[in-house]
């Protein structure tokens, strides 16, 4: 764990809302010089405070005007690794993130489709023939609020 003071903290708040500032933009913003803002951001990032910077991709704008969180049973745990059901859905374009969770799912699945018929082509023809599929339970997302997060 790395002790974060207030101006870094500030850089991660800023960062989150825009990863592509420069450093000499969010210098400027929080009172610094580009060279010390670069180093601090260095800093981050090599103890892996700051990960991957990711494009956000509006996909409702793409034609994905639906995203469901599918919960996934696996059936056959014995006869099934969780490698093979990780590496057969991680083949699926539509499936954006696989979570292996613990409660009553065994994954969490955030699926995106054109809509609800291309959600089912999806569910039917590619999720529950996946490796060990037992059952699953869908739930639909009708809006989602962007949180800050702890450093907000």
């Given at each position: ?114 809509d ?13 023939t ?23």
């Amino acid at each position: 764990m790395i002790d974060l003071d207030a101006t870094d903290r500030a850089i991660l708040r800023a960062l989150q809302g825009d990863a592509t500032l420069k450093a000499s933009t969010l210098g400027r913003r929080l009172g610094l010089s580009q060279p010390a803002t670069w180093r601090r951001i260095k800093r981050l990032s090599d103890a892996g405070v700051i990960g991957a910077r990711k494009l956000d991709l509006d996909l409702e704008a793409l034609g994905f005007g639906v995203t469901v969180f599918l919960g996934v049973k696996l059936g056959l745990k014995g006869r099934v690794s969780l490698d093979d059901f990780e590496r057969a859905v991680a083949a699926i374009p539509e499936v954006q993130t696989v979570e292996h969770v613990l409660g009553l799912y065994d994954y969490r699945l955030r699926v995106v489709a054109r809509d609800l018929p291309d959600f089912e082509r999806v569910l039917r023809r590619r999720i529950m023939t996946l490796p060990g599929v037992g059952g699953v339970e869908a739930n639909v997302l009708l809006s989602e609020e962007r949180r800050p997060g702890p450093l907000g």
